[in-house]
């Protein structure tokens, strides 16, 4: 099947000019209108000139090459050497691992608050311990009463 569908392919594809390559040539326009005589002369340095800036610069593919964009979020990855890294410096803490040490140290110093009785849940947890400790006294004096009432009734018959 052809490019472009049952209908074909209309036309050719865009060629887009280098915009310093048009820079090139409006100048050499302009001297050409200036000096008549100069026309063979500029014609060839303009052809030596292309064929060494090309061989210079990378081939860039689209649209990249035709216009020149400051892209203030593409950061190019530029690698380290070994020589250059600084290790004694202190290194950053992203967010989430600041957040992840607070949370331990905060952690850590209410469980040592807690240990002393100092918060709330601890005291609640005391006040409740106290109340299971007095309920298994009560409940453990009450077994002794029931066998020593056990032991009498028996020793009677």
Do not use: C, W
Not at 1 to 12: D, L, Q, S, T
Not at 15 to 36: G, T, W, Y
Not at 111 to 132: F, N, S
Not at 140 to 146: G, I, P, T, V
Request: charged share 50%.
């Amino acid at each position: 099947m052809p490019r472009g569908g049952k209908r074909g392919h209309k036309g050719r594809g865009k060629q887009f000019s280098n915009p310093e390559e048009i820079d090139r040539q409006m100048k050499a326009q302009k001297e050409l209108d200036e000096n008549p005589g100069a026309e063979k002369v500029d014609s060839a340095d303009s052809e030596e000139e292309s064929s060494s800036d090309d061989d210079t610069e990378r081939k860039r593919s689209g649209v990249e090459g035709l216009i020149e964009i400051e892209n203030p979020n593409r950061v190019s990855q530029k690698s380290k050497k070994v020589t250059e890294l600084d290790v004694s410096a202190p290194r950053e803490l992203s967010r989430r691992e600041r957040e992840e040490i607070e949370k331990q140290k905060s952690k850590e110093r209410y469980m040592k608050l807690h240990l002393e009785g100092k918060t709330d849940q601890a005291r609640a947890d005391l006040a409740r311990l106290a109340i299971i400790k007095k309920q298994r006294e009560d409940a453990a004096k009450k077994r002794d009463e029931l066998r020593k009432d056990a032991e009498e009734s028996k020793a009677k018959r």
